[in-house]
T-cell receptor, first 114, second 112 residues
Framework: DQQVKQNSPSLSVQEGRISILNCDYT??????FLWYKKYPAEGPTFLIS?????DKNEDGRFTVFLNKSAKHLSLHIVPSQPGDSAVYFC?????????????FGEGTQLTVNP | KAGVTQTPRYLIKTRGQQVTLSCSPI?????VSWYQQTPGQGLQFLFE???????NKGNFPGRFSGRQFSNSRSEMNVSTLELGDSALYLC???????????FGPGTRLTVT
């Protein structure tokens, strides 16, 4: 039962353009969402998060949008840079009772071409 | 601040053996979670410790266990290793029991 799904295994964009990574979830108890970036042989690096009381959160080049009715979130990277090439994971956690347990999507490999 | 550290980084074990992995969280972080990453199953939650107590456990057999010490350092143990236990084991720490988790580099375990 895949509660968090990233349907695009890969995405390729040109440097300077926008990268949009998508994530869908099925568990309506999820109320906190995060995006991580992962390079090979390293642990995931936290990028940005959003609480279910918001529908948008920005941090520099990264913006996360949350559509609760559609159970969908997306990560926008503008402008994309070659150093952004990595695997991106979205993750979700349930309300307070679940502590720090994160449920991850399968990941999307982003390639930014110079 | 130093990041999350994990030791060892690489480990090769034989089926049937047991293994202990160590994690030192970011200073001041009291929550430590463990995850397993495999090509087939992705990133899966193993368990979480907060103030030396296991708060949450994922769907893994009892061969997987952990503990947390008073200084928040954590260890996980896998007994009677199976070939399918070959994976990257990641430790993450956070200040609160909820919130952003910061991951270590992982321990790559290979079971032969």
């Amino acid at each position: 039962d895949q509660q968090v799904k990233q349907n695009s295994p890969s995405l390729s964009v040109q440097e300077g353009r926008i990268s949009i990574l998508n994530c869908d979830y099925t568990n309506s108890m999820f109320d906190y969402f995060l995006w991580y970036k992962k390079y090979p042989a390293e642990g995931p690096t936290f990028l940005i998060s959003i609480s279910s009381i918001k529908d948008k959160n920005e941090d520099g080049r990264f913006t996360v949008f949350l559509n609760k009715s559609a159970k969908h979130l997306s990560l926008h990277i503008v402008p994309s840079q070659p150093g952004d090439s990595a695997v991106y994971f979205c993750a979700a956690s349930e309300k307070e009772t679940s502590g720090s347990r994160l449920t991850f999507g399968e990941g999307t490999q982003l390639t930014v071409n110079p | 601040k130093a990041g999350v550290t994990q030791t060892p980084r690489y480990l090769i074990k034989t089926r049937g053996q047991q293994v202990t992995l160590s994690c030192s969280p970011i200073s001041g972080h009291r929550s430590v979670s463990w995850y397993q990453q495999t090509p087939g199953q992705g990133l899966q939650f193993l368990f979480e410790y907060f103030s030396e107590t296991q708060r949450n456990k994922g769907n893994f057999p009892g061969r997987f266990s952990g503990r947390q010490f008073s200084n928040s350092r954590s260890e996980m143990n896998v007994s009677t290793l199976e070939l399918g236990d070959s994976a990257l084991y990641l430790c993450a720490s956070s200040f609160l029991s909820r919130g952003e988790q910061y991951f270590g580099p992982g321990t790559r375990l290979t079971v032969t």
